[in-house]
């Protein structure tokens, strides 16, 4: 059987990347992600001298601009570790070495409340993306530098912080929702569910990047609780943007120790 040639990047017209549509010299070392459209447009408040806004035809959305004086990229990859993979590749590529998640997460402790903050130390992979990157007993941790770094800006902007294990699944419904999978992960400590963060540490630490994530709880699957029945529907809304600022803060602060 032959070897196929296949380049490790695909690129389009003009050193385009097809997912993000981002070139080089668009791509700040330090990222931010998320995976809803209005975090990009809301994170533009904060930023000064947004020199690339790139909208893609993939639903992935791109700026990149500076936040006390060092460049910054905030990219919003949709939901789900594959696109998320897609994501980071490009930008890497193009330059990306931090990469620091904002997102929201389901609770599977009941001391858990909603709007607190997870910052997750590592994941559970139970997504299917990051099998093709690593073998299953490669852990999915962030480095512990990004952990401190999170955990002192949330507390430090008044947040209630819980930092350990969290389990990613590719899907939102059956996979987070079936009551054994749920007794299984919380009577080993499991803090919460959601859909990207152990592609982002295990992505960012096979290419040699760094990575970590700050995640506010918008729901608890153990006691029922959840901003979408109605609960604490503003305390999440707000907490759930406001992380983009003490994130910011962590990455300008983690350039100077990692980079
Ligand atoms: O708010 P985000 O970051 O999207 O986080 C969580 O909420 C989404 C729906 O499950 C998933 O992306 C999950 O990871
Ligand atoms: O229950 C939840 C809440 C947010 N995100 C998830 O993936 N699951």
Redesign the pocket.
């Known amino acids: 059987m032959g070897v196929l040639k296949l380049p490790k990047y695909v690129e389009m017209a003009g050193g385009v990347a097809p997912v993000t549509e981002c070139k080089a010299g668009e791509i700040a070392p330090l990222v931010i992600l998320?995976?809803?459209r209005d975090h990009v447009v809301r994170a533009e408040a904060l930023l000064e001298d947004i020199t690339v806004r790139n909208d893609s035809v993939w639903g992935v959305n791109t700026i990149t601009g500076s936040y006390r004086c060092t460049p910054v990229t905030v990219c919003c990859a949709g939901?789900?570790a594959g696109q998320t993979s897609n994501v980071m590749e490009e930008l890497i590529n193009l330059g990306g070495k931090i990469f620091l998640?904002?997102?929201?997460?389901g609770a599977i402790q009941e001391n858990i409340a909603m709007g607190d903050t997870v910052i997750p130390t590592g994941a559970v992979r139970d997504e299917g993306v990051t099998r093709y990157y690593a073998p299953q007993q490669y852990p999915a941790v962030s480095d512990y530098r990004v952990v401190n770094a999170l955990v002192k800006a949330a507390r430090a902007a008044g947040n209630t912080v819980h930092a350990g294990i969290i389990r990613t699944t590719d899907g939102?419904y059956p996979s987070q929702r079936i009551e054994e999978y749920v007794k299984t992960y919380k009577d080993i400590g499991v803090l919460s569910v959601?859909?990207?963060v152990a592609a982002i540490l295990a992505i960012a630490a096979c290419r040699g990047c760094y990575a970590g994530a700050s995640?506010i709880v918008v729901g608890n699957l153990v006691t029922g609780s959840h901003s979408w029945n109605g609960d604490s529907v503003e305390l999440v809304e707000n907490e759930?943007f406001d992380q983009i600022g003490f994130v910011l803060d962590a990455l300008v602060e983690l350039k100077d120790e990692l980079l």
Do not use: D, P, R, V
């Open positions: 998320a995976n809803m939901i789900g998640q904002i997102g929201a997460t939102f959601e859909q990207e995640l759930y």
